[in-house]
């Protein structure tokens, strides 16, 4: 029998903490659909750590 490790979410408060960008470009991403969101209930809106780590791209450099 294997163990499934329990899912984790944050707050669109936590993730725009985390990564410094703002709730308001986060809910931009999730509405143009680069971003995908979890509801529970009619406000209670969480994010995957991961898809938003994802969300930031690594900018080539010359060197």
Request: no cysteine.
């Amino acid at each position: 029998m294997t163990l499934r490790t329990r899912r984790q979410f944050e707050t669109l408060a936590r993730a725009a903490e985390r990564t410094g960008l703002s709730t308001r470009t986060l809910r931009r991403r999730i509405a143009a659909g680069d971003l995908i969101a979890y509801r529970n209930g009619p406000r209670v809106i969480r994010l995957d750590p991961d898809d938003v780590d994802r969300l930031m791209v690594r900018i080539p450099t010359v060197g």
